[in-house]
């Protein structure tokens, strides 16, 4: 796959591992959650190394010490509706406070044009780091589409977590929005033709709500 400077693909042997598991076909719905969410965590901990810190006085038992934190008020979550929702919690162990909005996207399953039905955004987004979350990144049309979103209403520091990724959806975002830092957990082989990622898992929605 051609290299993009903004995509981060991580090769870390536990996440591997955590992976493998997600995509048995025979983890069941609460296993498939709580690795999402665990998975998220960590990813969200390596995507954060550039972050700006700032100091704080903090007197610890025996003197005062200048310390240096994130400012909290300053991230927010987006989710993808509905596989996106799975990694909310991940993000929010890291950022309890941070606010979350929502983008409601499902593929047509004919044309696999994403097709956005809700958007909700905390006010003050533009000016906060978003994390925009969908485990799946298949042909890159639902997180083009939600980028775009998020531009239209002036957000600037993007960041877009996946779990699983096909390089068509990496060559996607990577062309449609150079400027987006994007973190993947993993990357797969590609697409079959009905746009689901090969070797993959399956629909994550339906993994982590128990539908079809
Ligand atoms: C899945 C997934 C992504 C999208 C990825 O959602 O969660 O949002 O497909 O595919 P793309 O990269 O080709 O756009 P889906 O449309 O199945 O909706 P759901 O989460 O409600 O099940
Ligand atoms: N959406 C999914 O949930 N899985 C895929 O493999 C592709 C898109």
């Known amino acids: 796959m051609e290299s993009y400077p903004n995509v981060f693909i991580f090769d ?3 996440i591997k591992h955590k992976v493998s598991i997600l995509r048995d076909k025979n983890t069941g719905m609460k296993e498939f959650r709580e690795l999402v969410e665990e998975i998220t965590t960590v990813m969200t901990y390596e995507s954060m190394k550039d972050v700006a810190l700032v100091p704080v006085e ?3 038992p025996l003197e005062k ?3 240096y934190r994130v400012p909290e008020e ?3 979550i987006v989710p ?3 596989a996106g929702l799975g990694m909310v919690n991940g993000v929010h162990r890291v950022f309890p406070t941070a606010r979350v909005g929502h983008i409601g996207m499902y593929r047509d399953e004919e044309t696999l044009e994403p097709r956005e039905y809700y958007c909700k955004l905390p006010d003050g987004i533009e000016g906060k780091t978003v ?3 969908d485990p799946m990144l298949a042909t890159g049309g639902s997180a083009c589409d939600a980028l775009a979103a998020l531009k239209r209403r002036g957000c600037r520091d993007i960041r877009f977590m996946a779990i699983i990724a096909a390089p068509e959806g990496i060559a996607a975002v990577a062309k449609a929005h150079p400027d987006v830092r994007v973190y993947v957990s993993t990357l797969d082989r590609g697409l079959n033709e009905h746009g689901y990622i090969l070797p993959g898992l399956g629909d994550a929605g ?3 709500y128990g539908t079809k």
């Open 131 to 133: 994390f925009l979350v």
């Open 58 to 60: 903090v007197e610890t």
């Open 12 to 14: 870390h042997p536990l």
């Open 65 to 67: 010490t200048v310390q």
């Open 74 to 76: 300053s991230v927010a």
């Open 80 to 82: 993808i509706l509905r």
């Open 206 to 208: 339906d993994r982590l």
